[in-house]
């Protein structure tokens, strides 16, 4: 059974840091694409970045300059690196994966979903 656990989620001042972390299990998805999408309350669930299977990175334009999205090929795992938060940062972070090695903007293209974790920048 395939599992994306998300964790390093929680509290944080506008202008700080965090990283999160998605391990996979169940298959291994170092060649293949692994992205990131955020839902705020009552809003739909958008694309943050994803990392393509020859490790190829794309970022939405309000995250650009800010997030990396770095992979650990060895532990099966992606990251989400989150520099100069904002308020309007805030959302639940989703992790996603999807078998082919090209990226997608679309979370319709991913088969693959982790539970979530809440990240909140407060002014």
């Known amino acids: 059974q395939v599992q994306l656990v998300e964790s390093g989620g929680g509290l944080v001042q506008a202008g700080g840091s965090l990283r999160l972390s998605c391990a996979a299990s169940g298959r291994t998805f170092s060649s293949s694409a692994m992205a990131w999408f955020r839902q705020a309350p009552g809003e739909q669930r958008d694309f943050v970045a994803a990392?393509?299977?020859?490790?190829?990175?794309h970022y939405a334009d309000s995250v650009k300059g800010r997030f990396t999205i770095p992979r650990d090929p060895a532990k099966n795992t992606a990251y989400l690196q989150m520099n100069m938060l904002k308020p309007e940062d805030t959302a639940v972070y989703y992790c996603a994966a999807r078998h082919s090695p090209t990226i997608s903007t679309s979370a319709t293209m991913y088969i693959y979903w982790g539970q979530g974790t809440q990240v909140t920048v407060s002014s």
């Open positions: 990392i393509s299977g020859g490790s190829v990175p």
